[in-house]
């Protein structure tokens, strides 16, 4: 079975609190920040144009500061299942600019066979072409989808994809090993 694991509250924690106050603490600034976010993630706009879409002067070093605090049980599990054998791939909602500081910074994406970034295969979850993308880079086979969002887990099962919702990466391991 191959292990599909989405990158951001699985491999990557969640968003910096601390760096999202230093970009804005205004409502109207977060609500645009989403709004405009999938976009973006797909790579449909770049991110002067979608920096310009929220109203505000690009803050791209710090939106790719909030984001990359990784969770080294998490990469010390890839390099485990890797070790293994075991087939593992990434999907992830990921603008171009967060895809290379990634790939500049952290080695352990080498280990993955495919890395589905949305910005690159202009498809995002929980849209099924994201998923279907990573089935046909894969050559089809048995897909187990990991996610931190549970509506992400459940677009990989309707594409036929089984899907775990990550909630720990102790229930992960009971699933894996």
């Known amino acids: 079975m191959i292990v599909l694991f989405d990158m951001f509250g699985v491999i990557a924690r969640d968003q910096s609190a601390e760096v999202m106050a230093s970009m804005s603490t205004s409502p109207s600034f977060w609500e645009a920040y989403w709004a405009h976010r999938p976009a973006y993630d797909r790579g449909d706009v770049t991110a002067e144009e979608y920096w310009a879409q929220v109203g ?3 803050l791209v070093e710090k939106d790719v500061a909030s984001w990359s605090r990784v969770d080294y049980k998490m990469v010390a599990l890839l390099h485990e299942l890797h070790r293994a054998g075991r087939r593992i791939a990434l999907l992830s909602n990921i603008p171009e600019d967060h895809a290379r500081y990634f790939e500049r910074t ?3 994406l080498d280990l993955f066979e495919v890395r589905g970034f ?3 295969i202009g498809a995002a979850k929980p849209e099924a072409a994201a998923f ?3 089935r046909d880079a894969l050559g ?3 897909i187990l989808f990991v996610d931190d969002r ?3 887990v459940q677009a990989a099962e309707r594409v036929g994809m089984r899907g775990h919702h990550f909630t720990s990466i ?3 391991r009971s699933v894996l090993l």
């Open 56 to 58: 505000h002067p690009p």
């Open 106 to 108: 952290y080695a352990w």
């Open 118 to 120: 949305s910005c690159r």
């Open 132 to 134: 279907r993308w990573c």
């Open 140 to 142: 089809g086979g048995e």
């Open 150 to 152: 549970l509506e992400n």
């Open 170 to 172: 102790e229930t992960l």
